[in-house]
């Protein structure tokens, strides 16, 4: 499942008219102003539309400041044709959801290559930008399997879900989660997939393992909520969830609402709002040559039913 939730299609529309200035010719601004161009990773995914609702509104907040937000659709390509147009369009500085860490690279490169700052928000790519805002991915991936072998006691098996295979997301939880399994022995990873970050297909792969290794695995770690969401969904309607520990990241809208009804047993919150805001400000203070820190990282949390209210309000 793809599709936005409601309380961003405001944004998603916001989005599409945005996305219409994304010409080569040279961005319209008043004297004095800066223009800003934002490349979101994939408006689709509840998280990502967080974050990027997030840049947008608090560039309204910014006097003098001026975003202009295209959606890349998770297509690497599509995202690198995006940013050699805020280059075209003389824009003051980019901000970077990389859809990839290797295929968004040149994305970056460009962009230093023509003397504009560019800021990566959420993941990194090969070649580094001017900065970076986000959070740690391998810590998300210790703590998601830190609960695991709690709740496991250090011994059972485990099925770890990806996300898109190559993206510092995925290649950094994986890592996270692997040196957690590494100094726990009682732990097995059973199997471990792809779902590319979507709730269908996450659900899709959950029936098939299933099938394949039913009684082997007592726990499910995907790499981001909508794959948790799905696998919960699939163990459900085998009548199997009171037997598997469920726990994704991010922390979306509809992960809390499970974890308040007791269907799934915990996420690990990351800060859309925090990452969206705080990659605009660096990007402005770049355009504006103030001094900018290198990179800023915002905490992972551990969000379960005992502190589920901290996360809620």
Aim: overall charge neutral; glycine content about 8%; charged content about 25%.
């Amino acid at each position: 499942m793809r599709s936005a939730p409601l309380h961003v299609l405001g944004t998603l529309v916001a989005a599409a008219l945005l996305s219409v200035v994304g010409c080569k010719k040279q961005a319209e601004k008043k004297p004095g102003e800066l223009v800003i161009g934002f490349s979101s990773r994939d408006m689709s995914a509840e998280y990502t539309a967080r974050l990027s609702e997030s840049v947008v509104a608090h560039g309204k907040t910014l006097p003098g400041v001026k975003v202009i937000m295209v959606d890349a659709q998770a297509d690497a390509q599509r995202q690198i044709s995006q940013v050699e147009n805020f280059i075209s369009q003389k824009v003051d500085a980019i901000v970077l959801n990389p859809c990839e860490f290797e295929a968004s690279a040149p994305a970056v490169e460009r962009a230093k290559a023509a003397g504009i700052p560019i800021v990566n928000v959420n993941q990194v790519t090969k070649a580094d930008g001017d900065a970076y805002v986000g959070s740690n991915d391998e810590d998300a991936g210790r703590i998601a399997m830190e609960a695991v072998a709690k709740k496991l006691n250090g011994k059972g098996g485990v099925l770890m879900i990806h996300g898109i295979m190559g993206t510092s997301a995925q290649l950094h939880r994986e890592k996270g989660a692997r040196e957690v399994l590494a100094r726990t022995p009682g732990l097995t990873l059973v199997d471990h997939q792809t779902a590319s970050w979507e709730r269908a297909k996450a659900m899709s792969l959950m029936e098939n393992w299933i099938q394949a290794h039913r009684g082997k695995f007592q726990a499910v770690f995907a790499h981001n909520d909508e794959m948790a969401m799905g696998a919960l969904i699939a163990l459900e309607r085998a009548g199997l969830k009171d037997q598997v520990y469920v726990i994704g990241i991010d922390a979306i809208a509809q992960a809390l609402d499970a974890v308040k009804a007791g269907r799934l047993d915990a996420t690990v919150f990351q800060d859309a709002v925090g990452q969206g805001r705080g990659s605009l400000e660096t990007a402005v203070k770049l355009a504006r040559k103030q001094p900018f820190e290198k990179q800023t990282y915002i905490p992972f949390r551990l969000v379960t039913r005992e502190n589920l209210s901290e996360f809620t309000k």
